[in-house]
């Protein structure tokens, strides 16, 4: 099986960065697309980022500018660099990887298990 496993969140205060890792581990598997969602209480989940194999990204719109996604092929690790943040980024903050192993045939999506950010003002 491959898991994912999240860390960096915490409790900042507003205008204070944070950096959230997740790093994927199993045998004989390769990743595709990296991606961040966040959700807070009582709202739906909603992407964050997106990275591809050859880096190209995404951002949404309420956050651009503020966060960079990156990611270490070698490592497969995605990370989420988050500036300036606000009361309104409070969430918990999953991210996906799309992954193709000799296990079974195509894409598969596999979720890291959350990292709690917390943002005081």
């Known amino acids: 099986q491959v898991q994912l496993v999240e860390s960096g969140g915490g409790l900042v205060q507003a205008g204070e960065s944070l950096r959230l890792s997740c790093a994927a581990s199993?045998?004989?598997?390769?990743?595709?697309?990296m991606y961040w969602y966040r959700q807070a209480p009582g709202k739906q989940r909603e992407l964050v980022a997106s990275?591809?194999?050859?880096?190209?990204?995404y951002y949404t719109d309420s956050m651009k500018g503020r966060i960079t996604i990156s990611r270490d092929n070698a490592k497969n690790t995605v990370y989420l660099q988050m500036n300036s943040l606000k009361p309104e980024d409070t969430a918990v903050y999953y991210c996906?990887?799309?992954?193709?192993?000799?296990?079974?045939?195509?894409?598969?999506?596999?979720w890291g298990q959350g990292t709690q950010v917390t943002v005081s003002s």
């Open positions: 990275i591809t194999r050859g880096g190209s990204t």
């Open positions: 996906k990887m799309e992954v193709t192993s000799s296990s079974w045939w195509g894409l598969r999506d596999r």
């Open positions: 199993g045998r004989d598997f390769s990743i595709n697309v």
